[in-house]
């Protein structure tokens, strides 16, 4: 029976070590950003589906936030269907490496 307790805390730990391993690179992600660039990288762009909505630029944007969204989508915790697709089709290392790109780019203002 002491090994179960023992076994429980070396999987959290487990998983503790691998989502500490998960560091955004930006280099990395320009092979992976094709399918943002159509929406986010279009100035005024507003889409029509599911409804007319402005899409948000989001260079510059903090690289936790976009991580943050990308999870959310991918959990089905926000509601954009074609972002949910995009979002599933994503590992935890593509998140991070598409927010850490972002992150160092300049926002469409042009103040960073």
Known sequence: MKKLPALLVLAGLAHVAVAAEVVGNAQNAKAKIEMCIGCHG???YKAT???VFQVPMIGG???KYI???LQAYKKGERKHPS???IASSLSDQ???DVAAFYAQQTPAGGAK
Do not use: R
Request: aromatic content about 6%.
């Open 42 to 44: 279009i100035p005024g």
């Open 49 to 51: 589906f599911p409804e």
């Open 61 to 63: 944007q903090s690289a």
């Open 67 to 69: 991580e943050s969204a």
């Open 83 to 85: 972002m949910k697709g």
């Open 94 to 96: 593509d998140i991070a």
